[in-house]
């Protein structure tokens, strides 16, 4: 056998190996998507189905005696409603307030001429591996007189040190010293720099962490269930979590009767009120599933 021929025989020994291997990841890559995809294509077809189909399990692949009682009650709640405007009002300023408070804190901590930086840096850090406990936060939080206001809802984790990290790791890497060296020249003041230079060279990064934050704040639900106790208050998560844990659909003057509906309807209201509730979502995630991916290799080199 030439030297050729073994060669040829080997490269095609290769490629059929390579072409084996990206069938398999084609098969598995497959696989995992129905695993993941079908429970909320069930949800959907379900809060469209007949709830004594769905309970007796004749409900798989398609929708049965299609029905849409539990969009039309959901919509009628006005409780849904003000859960999406609190829940809207804490994404947007809790959001904004996130941003005030990260950005420049990375960049003051990015600055090598800033001495004590590893040392404050090691007190964020600090509280990622021990904290107080609920019981004083709660103290705390009822000390300042935020228990059942829409303030501590917002300003509650106003700072992830996670997200710092993420943020001081990009400016310090990414944003050359020579730059800030060439602003000093031209008498550019800290402040000045980062908000003219800083920033706008931190969209990337700055994408990420609003995209980070705002989903926190759109799932968030523990800390209304701890230091909220007003109906008014309440974001879209509590609400489903009322809907869901205590088979209550509404109350009484909306439709239903004290206590909920019968078990049959409430059911459709709950897959309902899941679709409602993830929609946005659901929605709004593929135009930003980029921006989670480069927040990962962003993130993933932590100086």
């Given at each position: 056998?030439?030297?050729?021929?073994?060669?040829?025989?080997?490269?095609?020994?290769?490629?059929?190996?390579?072409?084996?291997?990206?069938?398999?990841?084609?098969?598995?890559?497959i696989?995992?998507?129905?695993?993941?995809?079908?429970?909320?294509?069930?949800v959907?077809?379900?809060?469209?189905?007949?709830?004594?189909?769905?309970?007796?399990?004749?409900?798989?692949?398609?929708?049965?005696?299609?029905?849409?009682?539990?969009?039309?009650?959901?919509?009628?709640?006005?409780?849904?409603?003000?859960?999406?405007?609190?829940?809207?009002?804490?994404?947007?300023?809790?959001?904004?307030?996130?941003?005030?408070?990260?950005?420049?804190?990375?960049?003051?901590?990015?600055?090598?001429?800033?001495?004590?930086?590893?040392i404050?840096?090691?007190?964020?850090?600090?509280?990622?591996?021990?904290?107080?406990?609920?019981?004083?936060?709660?103290?705390?939080?009822?000390?300042?007189?935020?228990?059942?206001?829409?303030?501590?809802?917002?300003?509650?984790?106003?700072?992830?040190?996670?997200?710092?990290?993420?943020?001081?790791?990009?400016?310090?890497?990414?944003?050359?010293?020579?730059?800030?060296?060439?602003?000093?020249?031209?008498?550019?003041?800290?402040f000045k720099?980062?908000?003219?230079?800083?920033?706008?060279?931190?969209?990337?990064?700055?994408?990420?962490?609003?995209?980070?934050?705002?989903v926190?704040?759109?799932?968030?639900?523990?800390?209304?269930?701890?230091?909220?106790?007003?109906?008014?208050?309440?974001?879209?998560q509590?609400?489903?979590?009322?809907?869901?844990?205590?088979?209550?659909?509404?109350?009484?003057g909306?439709?239903?009767?004290?206590?909920?509906?019968?078990?049959?309807?409430?059911?459709?209201?709950?897959?309902?009120?899941?679709?409602?509730?993830?929609?946005?979502?659901?929605?709004?995630?593929?135009?930003?599933?980029?921006?989670?991916?480069?927040?990962?290799?962003?993130?993933?080199?932590?100086?």
């Amino acid at each position: 056998m030439s030297y050729n021929t073994y060669n040829k025989k080997t490269y095609r020994r290769r490629l059929s190996g390579d072409a084996f291997f990206t069938y398999c990841m084609y098969g598995i890559t497959i696989i995992v998507f129905i695993i993941i995809a079908y429970p909320l294509w069930f949800v959907v077809i379900a809060s469209i189905s007949n709830s004594n189909l769905v309970n007796i399990g004749a409900v798989h692949f398609l929708p049965k005696d299609i029905r849409f009682y539990g969009y039309q009650q959901v919509f009628s709640d006005s409780r849904i409603w003000r859960g999406y405007l609190n829940t809207i009002i804490y994404v947007l300023l809790g959001t904004t307030l996130n941003m005030i408070v990260t950005m420049p804190a990375a960049y003051a901590l990015s600055r090598k001429e800033f001495k004590q930086r590893n040392i404050v840096m090691f007190y964020f850090v600090f509280t990622m591996f021990f904290g107080g406990g609920l019981v004083p936060l709660y103290m705390t939080i009822s000390s300042l007189h935020l228990i059942g206001t829409k303030t501590i809802l917002i300003i509650l984790g106003a700072l992830n040190t996670y997200n710092l990290i993420i943020a001081r790791t990009f400016i310090q890497d990414n944003i050359p010293n020579e730059l800030y060296e060439s602003a000093i020249l031209d008498g550019c003041s800290h402040f000045k720099f980062f908000m003219q230079i800083v920033l706008p060279l931190s969209k990337a990064v700055f994408s990420v962490l609003v995209l980070y934050y705002a989903v926190g704040h759109w799932n968030d639900f523990f800390n209304a269930l701890m230091f909220n106790n007003k109906n008014a208050n309440e974001p879209l998560q509590i609400v489903l979590r009322r809907i869901l844990l205590l088979n209550e659909a509404f109350e009484k003057g909306s439709g239903g009767v004290q206590g909920g509906y019968a078990q049959s309807s409430a059911d459709q209201v709950k897959y309902a009120v899941m679709i409602v509730s993830t929609l946005p979502i659901l929605c709004f995630y593929p135009f930003i599933q980029k921006y989670f991916e480069k927040g990962v290799l962003i993130g993933a080199i932590k100086g």
